[in-house]
């Protein structure tokens, strides 16, 4: 699933059929204003999605002769690291503000990491091959346009319907959305 397509069902709910035409069509360009409106909006579901509910994990194998991993060697940025192991087995490690100390000098280490912003229409999403859908996404997409556009009421329907569908994949993994109010 590309930003593209999360987009085009973006405009869809929102009303804005033109724009999720052109988008379809490659007759708009990414640095449109309206599409920068949209790109800031799904960064920042993405983002809080995977901040606060879903987070995306990586899994790296380093090696260094000193057993010291620096966060700059890792092909994204950690948030927290989750485990150190090396052939299966777990790993005694430290973390401070900038790496990894282990006493091993090839580790697996599995990390959960920073969301990267939408650059293109052809990035992939981050989420893709995960439980969490295009659909979901775009409502929740929708429901951050509609508020930034002033239209409150439809801005907390999608937002409802947004929820409900992140609290459907967390039933799946066994855990619970915590409840949130609108400010």
Do not use: H
């Not at 973006?10 to 640095?31: H, N, S, W």
């Not at 900038?98 to 990035?123: C, H, M, P, W």
């Not at 239209?151 to 949130?180: C, G, P, T």
């Amino acid at each position: 699933m590309t930003i593209k397509d999360i987009l085009e069902l973006t405009c869809v709910y929102c009303g804005k059929e033109d724009l999720a035409k052109r988008l379809k069509q490659d007759k708009i360009p990414f640095e449109n204003d309206e599409v920068q409106k949209l790109v800031g909006c799904y960064d920042l579901v993405t983002r809080e999605l995977s901040e606060e509910v879903l987070p995306v994990y990586a899994t790296e194998i380093l090696t260094s002769p000193d057993g010291v991993y620096y966060f700059s060697q890792f092909s994204s940025v950690p948030k927290q690291i989750v485990k150190v192991t090396r052939d299966g087995k777990a790993v005694k490690f430290s973390v401070s503000f900038d790496r990894v100390t282990t006493d091993s000098d090839r580790v697996e280490i599995t990390y959960d990491r920073l969301i990267k912003k939408a650059n293109d229409f052809s990035d992939v999403c981050e989420y893709t091959d995960t439980d969490v859908s295009e659909r979901m996404l775009a409502l929740g997409v929708a429901s951050e346009y509609m508020l930034i556009s002033g239209l409150f009421d439809q801005a907390e329907s999608y937002r409802r319907r947004y929820e409900r569908a992140v609290e459907s994949v967390l039933l799946k993994r066994n855990k619970v959305l915590k409840a949130r109010r609108w400010a």
